[in-house]
């Protein structure tokens, strides 16, 4: 039990470290990797990904408020980065999708953020990568279960 609680001493101080040195890296990056803040590149890869959605729909998937997302979403189509469009199962809401801007910026950001873990990796294995990048998959399925209530998968 001792070791446990120790892990999980050392996994929720790397946790918030790993988030600061995210947000240091990109503040102290070039351009590309920071051209997006964290809030919009959640939400432009989420729509890449999933296609055009309600802001509930993007709400959910990331455990944000609906006003919170609004306002984040306001700001992308401010800047030209989503498209609104009506809902086509209510057509007193809209959907929305990351433009053609939109998609050109989040990759730009995620080529990047890629370049510089490659470089932060370089001494690691193929074989580290994947285990790392499949520790960090369950971790955040888990996390995202957790907030939703269905506990860990």
Known sequence: MAD???????????VAMLMRLGEATRRSSPRPHRALDRAAYVILRFLQ???????????????????????QISALHRDGLVERTPDPQDGRGSVVAASARGIAQVDAV?????????????????????????TLERLTRDMDAYLKGRGPG
Not at 49 to 71: C, F, I, K, M
Not at 111 to 122: G, I, K, P
């Open 4 to 14: 446990d609680d120790a892990a999980l001493g050392i996994i929720e101080t790397q």
């Open 49 to 71: 990904e999933a296609g055009p959605q309600n802001v509930s729909a993007v709400a959910n998937r990331l455990n944000l408020d609906g006003s919170t997302v609004t306002r």
């Open 110 to 134: 995620g080529q990047a953020r890629r370049a510089l873990y490659d470089e932060v990796l370089q001494g690691w294995s193929a074989q580290e990568r994947q285990e790392l990048a499949a």
